[in-house]
Nanobody, 115 residues
Framework: QVQVVESGGGLVQTGGSLRLSCEAS????????LAWYRQAPGKQRELVAS???????VYADSVKGRFTISRDSAKNTVYLMMNSLKPEDSAVYYC?????????WGQGTQVTVSS
């Protein structure tokens, strides 16, 4: 059963912007803190940002000030607005619940930042 579907990735130059979207099932979305993660080749998956049901957000130090996470309850969707992108942001981006409560992972969406 598909629970999350990520989209919005692509190829962008350094300094560019992308907005990722994640449509989640109601069972995933409604009552939990949601998060974006990323995994670069040869590296472990890491937490990028999370947002509570009340909209309170927390960010990894590496993206603070550049990325903004938000959620739209009416659309069961969580977003990640990424500005001032750097080559080191290149990875497959995934959404899910917060760490420790994750459900089945989606396919992710590839973000590639060229230098």
């Amino acid at each position: 059963q598909v629970q999350v579907v990520e989209s919005g990735g692509g190829l962008v130059q350094t300094g560019g912007s992308l907005r990722l979207s994640c449509e989640a099932s109601i069972m995933v979305f409604r009552f939990d803190t949601l998060a974006w993660y990323r995994q670069a080749p040869g590296k472990q998956r890491e937490l990028v940002a999370s947002v509570t049901t009340y909209g309170a957000a927390v960010y990894a130090d590496s993206v603070k000030g550049r990325f903004t996470i938000s959620r739209d309850s009416a659309k069961n969707t969580v977003y990640l607005m990424m500005n001032s992108l750097k080559p080191e942001d290149s990875a497959v981006y995934y959404c899910n619940k917060e760490p420790g409560k994750t459900v089945s992972w989606g396919q992710g969406t590839q973000v590639t930042v060229s230098s």
